[in-house]
């Protein structure tokens, strides 16, 4: 017999992918969506194994349907209306991964696909659970919350978040915008390690806005993994940190961390500082644009920093293989 692709999935309410370790598979898709019918027809139902519901009409009641360790799948279908979801969406049980398809193909960032707006006063996304995976999303930051926070106690946390677009906003032109993606924990040496890839952090934030970061983690983060970003500052604000990476055996490579210039009516951006390293992590081949060059890497402790680069805006270039402090 042959399965079709959809099939994969879904075949009379069972999971056929959980032969090959697959949980349930459940798809997300707005009423106000012009394929909203024809997706109900064709694809909505109940699995037998909990009698959950294989179609959702929001992000939030799919990840709900989830069971932790099944290894399930939720499947957002893209939209050019935001999901406002009015709440934080929870990723609280292990092995759940969270993707739009439509967002993925690009290098670095998503192709707007679906945009996650929590709505209301709160991160986009709050992670506690492990093996949890965030791909191929426009998310949208809500002044002093994070579009991302990733924490827990000991053995939380662990995942890979790829290929997402966080949009840093704060609402007023002097308030205070929190960033883009947080790893943090409350205790120390918690297994809170990530792989933080692939992603673009930007900041929307009105003039002269403070940013506490692109991407940041803690000293009490572990083996988080900050490969592949694009992080930029514009728009008159100022970004506290472009990556901050405290935690131990961590790495920090290939990211780009600039500042944006003066440029078709939008202001520059500045930061205090490019990338804030921690002991015990490895900086490597990394580039800068930093009108301040001297403060393009800052390092805290014991630190590995190896063919980094950092250019000024009249070009000149500094390398730097070791402690800049």
Same mark, same amino acid.
């Given at each position: 017999? @042959?399965?079709?692709?959809?099939?994969?999935?879904?075949?009379?309410?069972?999971?056929?992918?959980?032969?090959?370790?697959?949980?349930?598979?459940?798809?997300? &898709?707005?009423?106000?969506?012009?394929?909203?019918?024809?997706?109900?027809?064709?694809?909505?139902?109940?699995?037998?194994?909990?009698?959950?519901?294989?179609?959702?009409?929001?992000?939030?009641?799919?990840? @709900?349907?989830?069971?932790?360790?099944?290894?399930?799948?939720?499947?957002?279908?893209?939209?050019?209306?935001?999901?406002?979801?009015?709440?934080?969406?929870?990723?609280?049980?292990?092995?759940?991964?969270?993707?739009?398809?439509?967002?993925?193909?690009?290098?670095?960032?998503?192709?707007?696909?679906?945009?996650?707006?929590?709505?209301?006063?709160?991160?986009?996304?709050?992670?506690?659970?492990?093996?949890?995976?965030?791909?191929?999303?426009?998310?949208?930051?809500?002044?002093?919350?994070?579009?991302? /926070?990733?924490?827990?106690?000991?053995?939380?946390?662990?995942?890979?978040?790829?290929?997402?677009?966080?949009? &840093?906003?704060? @609402?007023? /032109?002097?308030?205070?915008?929190?960033?883009?993606?947080?790893?943090?924990?409350?205790?120390?040496?918690?297994?809170?390690?990530?792989?933080?890839?692939?992603?673009? $952090?930007?900041?929307?934030?009105?003039?002269?806005?403070?940013?506490?970061?692109?991407?940041?983690?803690?000293?009490?983060?572990?083996?988080?993994? *900050?490969?592949?970003?694009? $992080? $930029? $500052?514009?728009?008159?604000?100022?970004?506290?940190?472009?990556?901050?990476?405290?935690? *131990?055996?961590?790495?920090?490579?290939?990211?780009?961390?600039?500042?944006?210039?003066?440029?078709?009516?939008?202001?520059?951006?500045?930061?205090?500082?490019?990338?804030?390293?921690?002991? /015990?992590?490895?900086?490597?081949?990394?580039?800068?644009?930093?009108?301040?060059?001297?403060?393009?890497?800052?390092?805290?402790? *014991?630190?590995?920093?190896?063919?980094?680069?950092?250019?000024?805006?009249?070009?000149?270039?500094?390398?730097?293989?070791? /402690?800049?402090?």
């Amino acid at each position: 017999m @042959t399965i079709a692709p959809d099939q994969l999935f879904q075949f009379g309410g069972e999971p056929v992918g959980s032969m090959l370790g697959i949980g349930n598979v459940y798809y997300v &898709i707005q009423t106000t969506h012009p394929q909203y019918s024809v997706f109900i027809r064709d694809r909505q139902g109940t699995y037998k194994n909990d009698d959950s519901a294989i179609v959702h009409t929001s992000i939030a009641s799919a990840l @709900t349907a989830t069971v932790t360790k099944r290894n399930d799948y939720v499947i957002v279908m893209p939209d050019t209306t935001d999901y406002d979801e009015d709440e934080t969406l929870t990723m609280n049980k292990n092995n759940v991964h969270l993707i739009c398809p439509a967002g993925l193909g690009a290098p670095v960032g998503c192709m707007r696909g679906a945009t996650i707006d929590p709505n209301s006063s709160a991160h986009a996304i709050t992670i506690t659970a492990r093996g949890v995976e965030v791909a191929g999303f426009w998310i949208r930051g809500q002044a002093e919350y994070y579009c991302i /926070s990733i924490s827990g106690v000991y053995g939380g946390g662990w995942g890979y978040i790829h290929h997402n677009d966080c949009a &840093i906003t704060s @609402t007023s /032109s002097s308030g205070t915008a929190a960033g883009g993606i947080i790893v943090s924990s409350t205790d120390a040496g918690a297994g809170t390690s990530q792989t933080i890839a692939y992603n673009r $952090v930007f900041t929307m934030a009105g003039t002269t806005a403070t940013v506490v970061g692109g991407i940041t983690a803690s000293y009490t983060s572990a083996w988080l993994q *900050v490969i592949g970003n694009h $992080v $930029v $500052v514009g728009n008159g604000c100022a970004m506290t940190f472009g990556i901050q990476n405290r935690g *131990v055996m961590g790495i920090i490579a290939d990211n780009y961390v600039y500042e944006a210039a003066t440029s078709a009516g939008m202001s520059a951006g500045t930061l205090t500082v490019g990338i804030d390293v921690g002991e /015990s992590v490895f900086c490597v081949n990394n580039s800068l644009s930093i009108a301040t060059t001297a403060n393009a890497i800052e390092t805290v402790g *014991v630190d590995a920093c190896v063919e980094n680069y950092a250019g000024a805006p009249a070009g000149s270039i500094q390398v730097y293989t070791g /402690s800049t402090t």
